[in-house]
Structures are given as structure tokens and as C-alpha cells.
């Protein structure tokens, strides 16, 4: 209980410091459904964690329909990440999320063929995935990345890239794009994913 209250905690702070458009913690817990979203999946895997397994789907059922969003009780997602709009992501059983991660709409971790075992992906710390963007099979995408809008990554990604189109290709690995991830300006990620933003 006391790993769930500190999950919370910090994901709390993480959208208030990484979401633009959550000016307030009333704002946040009231009217913000991707983060209650992310606290059903927070409760769904507190249970799966018990082995209480029946109330753990009874709370995974009820996020994906109040909020379609769908979100393993299995998988593990790190506290402090962001899940912006929400609507769409699907992250499988055998994924891991790291903090500090931002999350946009209608994203998938997810498997590239049925099996058993470890067949989804790892996401670092510190990344930034764009909206529909497709990450599948069991690799990893490492720290302090950037990947782009419907992009469909089938392969490692190694820290502190840049990964954009269909399939996935690496545009840059500079150790310098890594500054914006220790601070994490969420104005400042435009500036780093050219063409992504226009002013």
C-alpha cells in the first residue's frame, strides 16, 4: 500500500510538471480522465500484485470502458509517468514503462505474434512516445528517446535516439538531446523532433 500512495504521489507531480494543461492538483483529480486511467490501472495492479485477481479485472474492465484505455494489471509502470489524453493506448502484460515517460493518445506496447512469455516492450526512462505511435515485441527502447508520431518500432532503440517512420528508423543518437530529459521542458521537445511543432 504504501508502494501504491507513493506511485500516486509522484505521478501527480509528474503531470503537473510535464502536462501543460493540468494547471492544478483540483484540475488534475477531478476532471484530468487519463490520469484516472492511470490510477485504475494503479489500483487493478496493486490487486494483481496481492493475487486478488477477480477485483484486479473487475478495476482493468472498468478502465477500459470508462476511459478506453488498456492497461495489463500485469505490466509495470514505473510511478511518475504521463499519460496525455489517454484515449487508445494499450499496453500489454509483459511490458514495463520507466518514469518520467509521456505517453499521447492511441499508443500500443504491444506483442508482434501469439506466444507466451516476455512479448512486449521495455521503455526507458525519460522518453517521449507521439501519439499512435506502434512499439511491439519483447525490445527496448532506451533512456531519454524520442519516438515519433505513428511511428511502428520493431527493433531495439538504443539511449538518447530519435525513432520516426514505418518501420521505425533511427535519425539521431547525439548524448546532447539527453539534456532536455533531466529537466524535461515539455515546451522545449518541439524544438528537438523537427517539424513535429510549428509556431
Given at each position: 500500500m504504501r508502494n501504491f500512495l507513493h506511485a500516486v504521489r509522484k505521478d501527480v507531480r509528474a503531470y503537473l510538471r510535464l502536462d501543460p494543461a493540468t494547471s492544478n492538483v483540483f484540475q488534475l483529480i477531478f476532471f484530468n480522465a487519463s490520469f484516472h486511467g492511470l490510477l485504475l490501472y494503479r489500483i487493478s495492479h496493486l490487486f494483481y500484485e496481492w493475487k486478488l485477481y477477480p477485483l484486479a479485472y473487475i478495476f482493468y474492465y472498468l478502465k477500459r470502458v470508462l476511459f478506453s484505455m488498456d492497461i495489463h494489471p500485469a505490466a509495470k509502470i514505473e510511478p511518475g509517468v504521463v499519460i496525455d489524453h489517454g484515449i487508445g493506448v494499450v499496453i500489454g502484460s509483459t511490458a514495463s514503462v520507466g518514469?518520467?515517460?509521456?505517453?499521447?493518445?492511441?499508443?500500443?506496447?504491444?506483442?508482434?505474434?501469439?506466444?507466451?512469455?516476455?512479448?512486449?516492450?521495455?521503455?526507458?526512462?525519460?522518453?517521449?512516445?507521439?501519439?499512435?505511435?506502434?512499439?511491439?515485441?519483447?525490445?527496448?527502447?532506451?533512456?531519454?528517446?524520442?519516438?515519433?508520431?505513428?511511428?511502428?518500432?520493431?527493433?531495439?532503440?538504443?539511449?538518447?535516439?530519435?525513432?520516426?517512420?514505418?518501420?521505425?528508423?533511427?535519425?539521431?543518437?547525439?548524448?546532447?538531446?539527453?539534456?532536455?530529459?533531466?529537466?524535461?521542458?515539455?515546451?522545449?521537445?518541439?524544438?528537438?523532433?523537427?517539424?513535429?511543432?510549428?509556431?
Open positions: 518514469s518520467n515517460t509521456v505517453i499521447y493518445q492511441g499508443v500500443t506496447l504491444g506483442a508482434k505474434k501469439i506466444c507466451t512469455g516476455k512479448r512486449h516492450p521495455d521503455i526507458g526512462r525519460n522518453v517521449l512516445i507521439g501519439a499512435g505511435a506502434k512499439i511491439l515485441g519483447p525490445i527496448k527502447v532506451g533512456d531519454n528517446s524520442v519516438i515519433g508520431a505513428n511511428a511502428v518500432v520493431l527493433q531495439d532503440v538504443p539511449p538518447n535516439s530519435l525513432a520516426v517512420g514505418v518501420p521505425a528508423r533511427i535519425l539521431r543518437r547525439d548524448s546532447r538531446d539527453a539534456e532536455f530529459s533531466r529537466q524535461y521542458p515539455h515546451g522545449e521537445v518541439e524544438d528537438r523532433v523537427e517539424g513535429v511543432c510549428e509556431t
